[in-house]
């Protein structure tokens, strides 16, 4: 079984794949346009690419496809109104995930083929006025 999820509340923005064993993430910049981008990402070494998706915690190859709704407070509204805000991002992606061994003696390590998924996710929360001499500001 493979979980997704989606963190909208702090740039980078992340879609995080748990597969029990290892989690792959998929990393990106608020700003990115939406739309469908290669996943060819070691394990480490490579630096950050904010015109690109980014994979951590896993080898990742394949492809990430994105388009979302645009509504995170304080990424896309800088001084956004107390209210109730939602984010929504459709995603498709069909990926591989490797997560090597540290002793290359020892196997290959954890794998992980995605085949094609597609999964709607969302996110929401309130943004609050608090009053100052209670730790708001």
């Given at each position: 079984?493979?979980?997704?999820?989606?963190?909208?509340n702090s740039a980078p923005l992340?879609?995080?794949?748990?597969?029990?064993?290892?989690?792959?993430?998929v990393l990106f910049e608020p700003g990115l346009p939406d739309g469908t981008y290669p996943v060819a990402a070691p394990l480490e070494?490579?630096?950050w690419d904010p015109a690109n998706v980014n994979a951590s915690g896993a080898e990742l190859t394949?492809?990430?496809?994105?388009?979302?709704?645009?509504?995170?407070?304080?990424?896309?509204?800088t001084e956004p109104d107390a209210r109730v805000y939602a984010s929504t991002i459709d995603v498709s992606f069909d990926l591989v995930a490797v997560l090597?061994?540290?002793?290359?003696?020892?196997?290959?390590?954890?794998?992980?083929?995605?085949?094609?998924q597609q999964v709607v996710l969302s996110v929401s929360g309130p943004?609050?006025?608090?009053?100052?001499?209670?730790?708001?500001h």
């Open positions: 079984m493979v979980r997704v999820r989606y963190e909208a992340g879609v995080y794949i748990d597969a029990n064993s290892f989690t792959p993430n070494g490579r630096p394949g492809t990430f496809t994105f388009s979302r709704s645009r509504d995170v407070p304080f990424l896309d509204i090597p061994h540290p002793d290359p003696a020892m196997g290959p390590g954890c794998r992980l083929e995605t085949g094609q943004v609050m006025d608090c009053t100052a001499g209670l730790g708001g």
